[in-house]
């Protein structure tokens, strides 16, 4: 069982963790409503399950997993429904002076295959090691080294373009 001051210091450190969390929903939903219920589900489950995390494991890589097993619950559970997932448009909110590089990274992320764009999201974007983003998308570390491989060299060749 918790204590009081661990309980608070675990919900900081969840809060802290919101924007990461929001924008690797974003990339893995691609619809900014669908990534902010995924976050708000995550977060929910999270705190309900506080005791069965690792001690071992990052707060981060738990959360992330957290995060993508909501949005596969959610596809289900629309596919179930006969529901289908749609992209927003809506461009995220970015400094006037960087937009043009944003929309265009943002457009290149796009267009990547949603496991290499998960990927590039986690390791490149959230900074997880290899091994926790290989452990978030449940794939073996090679896999995840090819997707990422194979991920760095698209966004390069759409960019350069």
């Given at each position: 069982?918790?204590?009081?001051?661990?309980?608070?210091?675990?919900?900081?450190?969840?809060?802290?963790?919101?924007?990461?969390?929001?924008?690797?929903?974003?990339?893995?939903t691609r619809n900014v409503h669908d990534a902010d219920d995924v976050?708000?589900?995550?977060?929910?489950?999270?705190?309900?399950?506080?005791?069965?995390?690792?001690?071992?494991?990052?707060?981060?890589?738990?959360?992330?997993?957290?995060?993508?097993?909501?949005?596969?619950?959610?596809?289900?559970?629309?596919?179930?429904?006969?529901?289908?997932?749609?992209?927003?448009?809506?461009?995220?909110?970015?400094?006037?002076?960087?937009?043009?590089?944003?929309?265009?990274?943002?457009?290149?992320?796009?267009?990547?295959?949603?496991?290499?764009?998960?990927?590039?999201?986690?390791?490149?974007?959230?900074?997880?090691?290899?091994?926790?983003?290989?452990?978030?998308?449940?794939?073996?570390?090679?896999?995840?080294?090819?997707?990422?491989?194979?991920?760095?060299?698209?966004?390069?060749?759409?960019?350069?373009s």
């Open positions: 069982m918790m204590t009081n001051g661990a309980a608070e210091n675990v919900h900081a450190e969840i809060a802290a963790l919101l924007p990461r969390l929001r924008r690797f929903a974003r990339s893995l976050v708000q589900v995550a977060v929910e489950r999270a705190l309900t399950h506080i005791a069965q995390r690792r001690r071992d494991t990052r707060l981060d890589g738990w959360l992330f997993k957290i995060v993508r097993n909501a949005w596969i619950d959610e596809i289900r559970f629309r596919k179930r429904r006969g529901e289908v997932c749609l992209a927003d448009d809506t461009p995220s909110v970015v400094a006037a002076g960087a937009l043009d590089e944003a929309l265009s990274i943002r457009a290149a992320m796009s267009r990547l295959p949603e496991e290499q764009r998960l990927a590039v999201s986690l390791v490149l974007v959230e900074g997880l090691s290899y091994r926790e983003a290989a452990d978030v998308l449940d794939v073996p570390i090679g896999t995840l080294t090819s997707r990422l491989a194979r991920g760095r060299q698209a966004l390069q060749s759409v960019l350069q």
